[in-house]
């Protein structure tokens, strides 16, 4: 393992959708951007060598899902998870020993980092030292706290994007008896951008979807309408429709109704269209953002664009804009149609860690501060998550097996092949792999809803 001393460090990062992907980059770039070194107190700037790991499955990124997140890295491919802890064992392809990480990222569902964590777990079991291991989430927690943060147990830094987060982080663990030394307050890495400036002649709003979230076909399709009936009723203002991804691709949450296939046949006004890209893009020329719950909310109102978020279907979890409770967002299209531009309560915005100013810039610093200090261990404890086969004997099994690993976290025969096959049987794999995508995708979104629909009649 490279000297915990040196300058670079070589962080490894594994994700599994375009949005978990962009999390871990970039909080992987926060967390080195000054590391306390061993040697001193006081802060210095460090350059990663930055790793990255696409864990094979539904939502695996596409290039261009990849080209829009813009979170780059030193080296990123595709892998199984056992060749990734191949990898983060310090073992190459074929087996040959290679260079370990300082640091892993898990930027995962909480299934697969609680397997990625039992995984590591008896890959390094006796090992004297290990990477410090790193988890979180990836935009706002409005559903499966306990489930999702139980899933995270065992990683060295369980980074929360407030203060708010953190606090309920800590009351989950200690509810349940774990330890929770391992939750740190830090914020979303992908805040920034310039601050909202208007521009005379510029009015542009811009509708952030969801691939799940409403998840009814009804509903999507009056969000849809409303959003196209406030373009016509302001002939003037340029009305957006940011979309997430295209019809056969999948990020985090599966997309059963596109909004790009329920637009098809209306008639839109002129100044309506849809758009892909960075959201931060959007945001540079947005006068208002709409959503019913995105993280793209938090976002907007860091760089204190007005922000929207619609209570027209209810103020419900499953919606997630329950989460926005005092913030001073919640509003309805008709109160938007007739001019309404809600007004962020100050204190809410510091509690949620998305306050605009100076502050973000030290966000990070208890999150380097606890990297910095596990570094400069001679040796981590093993890791322990809090499910086992004794707290969680109905449970664990079942989650590893899905990522092909045994119930002590070994992996289970045929889990990883020896050599990765090269030239055209590579690319003969690869065309096949895609196509099992995209059939796999068109059964969801398009084959699925159909046969709900006739199970109902």
Not at 40 to 58: E, K, S, W, Y
Not at 380 to 391: E, K, N
């Amino acid at each position: 393992m490279p000297s915990r001393t040196d300058s670079r460090l070589r962080i490894a990062v594994l994700a599994d959708s375009d949005t978990r992907w962009k999390w871990g980059a970039l909080t992987a770039r926060r967390l080195a951007d000054e590391v306390p070194g061993t040697d001193t107190a006081v802060p210095r700037p460090t350059t990663p060598d930055l790793d990255g790991f696409l864990l094979r499955g539904r939502a695996t990124p596409t290039s261009r899902q990849l080209d829009e997140v813009g979170a780059s890295a030193d080296s990123l491919r595709e892998v199984t998870m056992a060749q990734f802890l191949d990898r983060a064992s310090g073992l190459g392809d074929g087996g040959q020993v290679g260079e370990a990480y300082d640091v892993i990222v898990l930027a995962l569902v909480g299934g697969a980092a609680q397997a990625a964590l039992h995984g590591l777990a008896a890959r390094w079991r006796g090992r004297a030292r290990r990477p410090v291991v790193v988890t979180g989430y990836v935009g706002v927690v409005y559903e499966k706290l306990a489930d999702g943060l139980l899933l995270r147990h065992g990683a060295d830094i369980v980074l929360a994007n407030s203060r708010h987060d953190a606090d309920r982080f800590r009351a989950v663990y200690e509810g349940v008896g774990a330890g929770a030394g391992a939750v740190t307050e830090a914020a979303l890495p992908f805040l920034g951008g310039a601050p909202y400036r208007p521009e005379p002649g510029r009015d542009t709003v811009v509708f952030a979807a969801q691939p799940s979230v409403p998840e009814s076909r009804a509903d999507r399709q009056y969000l849809l309408r409303r959003l196209v009936e406030h373009a016509r009723r302001h002939p003037g203002r340029e009305v957006v429709l940011k979309l997430r991804s295209k019809p056969g691709e999948h990020t985090t949450h599966i997309e059963e109704h596109p909004y790009q296939r329920l637009v098809k046949g209306m008639d839109v006004p002129p100044n309506f269209r849809l758009a892909y890209g960075n959201m931060g893009d959007l945001l540079d020329r947005a006068d208002l953002l709409v959503t019913v719950s995105s993280t793209a909310a938090l976002e907007s109102l860091h760089r204190s664009v007005p922000t929207a978020v619609l209570t027209d279907l209810g103020v419900r979890e499953p919606l997630g804009n329950h989460h926005f409770l005092g913030s001073g967002c919640l509003t309805s299209w008709d109160r938007l149609d007739a001019g309404d531009r809600p007004a962020p309560d100050a204190g809410w915005l510091a509690d949620q860690g998305v306050a605009p100013g100076a502050a973000y810039r030290r966000a990070f610093d208890r999150a380097r501060g606890r990297l910095g200090a596990l570094l400069a261990q001679e040796g981590l404890p093993p890791i322990a998550p809090y499910y086992t086969a004794t707290t969680a004997p109905g449970y664990l099994p079942g989650l590893l097996a899905r990522h092909h690993l045994a119930p002590d976290g070994t992996p289970l025969p045929g889990a990883a092949p020896a050599h990765e096959p090269s030239g055209l049987r590579r690319l003969i794999r690869d065309a096949v792999r895609d196509t099992a995508r995209g059939a796999y995708r068109h059964g969801v979104q398009r084959v699925a809803p159909v046969i709900r629909r006739m199970g109902e009649l």
